[in-house]
């Protein structure tokens, strides 16, 4: 039985890895799963046959994969102005919160809105993803000095190129689990949203507004970036 699904998890799964072994210069995506999630909702028994079956066309299919990055391409750019006037904690929750709960509703939405209501969502999801990446050059900006930056940077978009490791080598299991392709969604819905908590108690815009870490520390960034850190607000 095991082994059965692990063929099941192959058959989702290689489709997206032929397309991403494909030679390309770009810079990769955003970690998106729905390449991988709209296998099996369009072939049952690729996954598991009990949950909902739907017969998109492949122009359909290319609608709902593209309509993530059209909200994208809206959002990236204001984002960066968003973070410095209402601080980029503040936006990146919002952020994340949003995109996880489009991510939540996305199988409801492909139920009762079929494949229009699943775009609109993917649409959403990418305006709120679309912030990320600006948010994140914002709260390197103020607070990791210079000299650590390179490093410290890596690191965090080291955990991007992770995000997408995982959610392919895990959603085709998940799509022939008893969670069946849904459970992509409702899974990564909720760590999302258990980030967002995390986050709101831990994170801050700005070493000033951080009350876990030490003064002697706040005083180190602040002398090494040259200047006071705190997020200016534009008027």
Avoid at 105 to 121: E, M, R, S, T, Y
Avoid at 210 to 220: A, D, L
Wanted: proline residues 7%.
């Amino acid at each position: 039985m095991s082994m059965r699904k692990g063929r099941k998890a192959q058959r989702i799964v290689q489709p997206f890895t032929r397309e991403a072994l494909r030679p390309d210069t770009k810079v990769l995506p955003p970690p998106n799963n729905t390449p991988i999630a709209i296998v099996a909702m369009t072939d049952a028994q690729a996954a598991n046959p009990d949950f909902p079956q739907y017969n998109w066309t492949p122009s359909t299919q290319s609608y709902i994969l593209s309509s993530f990055f059209w909200g994208y391409l809206i959002s990236i750019f204001p984002a960066g102005l968003f973070a410095r006037r209402f601080g980029a904690k503040t936006i990146l929750l919002i952020a994340a919160t949003g995109s996880s709960c489009a991510c939540l509703l996305i199988p409801l939405g492909a139920q009762i809105g079929d494949w229009k209501l699943f775009c609109a969502l993917r649409m959403l999801q990418g305006l709120f993803q679309g912030c990320f990446n600006p948010c994140l050059h914002t709260l390197l900006s103020v607070w990791v000095p210079p000299s650590e930056r390179s490093r410290l940077g890596g690191l965090v978009y080291a955990g991007g190129y992770l995000g997408n490791v995982v959610t392919t080598a895990t959603s085709g299991l998940i799509a022939v689990s008893s969670f069946g392709w849904p459970g992509i969604y409702y899974i990564s819905g909720s760590m999302g949203l258990l980030w967002g908590i995390v986050y709101f108690f831990t994170g801050s815009s700005s070493p000033e507004e951080n009350g876990y870490i030490s003064s002697r520390e706040k005083t180190y960034i602040q002398t090494c970036l040259g200047q006071v850190t705190k997020t200016q607000v534009i008027k």
